[in-house]
Nanobody, 132 residues
Framework: QVHLVESGGGLVQPGGSLRLSCKDS????????IGWFRQAPGKEREGISC???????????YYGDSVKGRFTISRDTAKNTVNLQMTSLTPDDTGVYYC??????????????????????WGQGTQVTVSS
């Protein structure tokens, strides 16, 4: 089965950067779209960035309005890993970041991965705290 492990979280000052990684140690991510979700204190969980599956061949990405232009999602296929490069961080970016996998062997609207589909697998989450 897919087993997702997030890493890279921590404490960072406003304006700083972090790079999160989501590694599948249990299977291949070839047929899974991958999403990054954030659970902020007192707020609903939101899909902040998603990327289509390798099998889809379209390499389509999605970014939520709150992170567009600041975050970049990418794949390291050789390492079976999806990364999220976060820059210009603000306190509003504080929260637990979860990686999730959605079965997607064919092309789908990637925004649906972040906004509509229920993920098949979740990672344990990694805490990101942005504070002076």
């Amino acid at each position: 089965q897919v087993h997702l492990v997030e890493s890279g979280g921590g404490l960072v000052q406003p304006g700083g950067s972090l790079r999160l990684s989501c590694k599948d140690s249990g299977s291949t991510l070839e047929n899974y779209a991958i999403g990054w979700f954030r659970q902020a204190p007192g707020k609903e969980r939101e899909g902040i960035s998603c990327i289509s599956s390798i099998a889809s061949r379209d390499n389509v990405t999605y970014y939520g309005d709150s992170v567009k232009g600041r975050f970049t999602i990418s794949r390291d296929t050789a390492k079976n890993t999806v990364n999220l490069q976060m820059t210009s961080l603000t306190p509003d970016d504080t929260g637990v970041y979860y990686c999730a996998a959605v079965w997607s062997p064919n092309r789908v609207s990637v925004w649906r991965v972040c906004q509509e589909y229920e993920p098949d697998y979740w990672g344990q989450g990694t805490q990101v705290t942005v504070s002076s």
